[in-house]
Nanobody, 121 residues
Framework: QLQLTESGGGLVQAGGSLRLSCAAS????????MGWFRQAPGKEREFVAA????????LYEDFVKGRFTISRDNDKNMVYLEMSNLKPEDTAVYYC??????????????WGQGTQVTVSS
């Protein structure tokens, strides 16, 4: 069973940068597409970015295009979210998600516990 642990959140001023990390353990990491989602207070969880199992295809929600970059290191079982030019509206709890690729033996989806990002104006 895959376990995901996020880190790297914190308080940053508008215009600043942060790098979130998600460490995976307990499974075959390169059988999963990885994604980042976020949830602001009083709002539903929303998609931010995703990357395929080998890291050569990434998707971004429009509101982060050009500011956030998702990447992964399959040797280290890590996925990252580089965030720049942060805005107060980026304030949220950021979650890491693992989705099994179609050919993976595991069919389960996994979530991390989240890491808080707060952007002050």
């Amino acid at each position: 069973q895959l376990q995901l642990t996020e880190s790297g959140g914190g308080l940053v001023q508008a215009g600043g940068s942060l790098r979130l990390s998600c460490a995976a353990s307990g499974g075959t990491f390169n059988e999963y597409a990885m994604g980042w989602f976020r949830q602001a207070p009083g709002k539903e969880r929303e998609f931010v970015a995703a990357i395929n199992w080998i890291g050569d295809n990434a998707l971004y929600e429009d509101f982060v295009k050009g500011r956030f970059t998702i990447s992964r290191d399959n040797d280290k079982n890590m996925v990252y979210l580089e965030m720049s030019n942060l805005k107060p509206e980026d304030t949220a709890v950021y979650y890491c998600k693992a989705d099994p690729e179609s050919w993976a033996a595991d069919e389960n989806v996994y979530w991390g516990q989240g890491t808080q990002v707060t952007v002050s104006s």
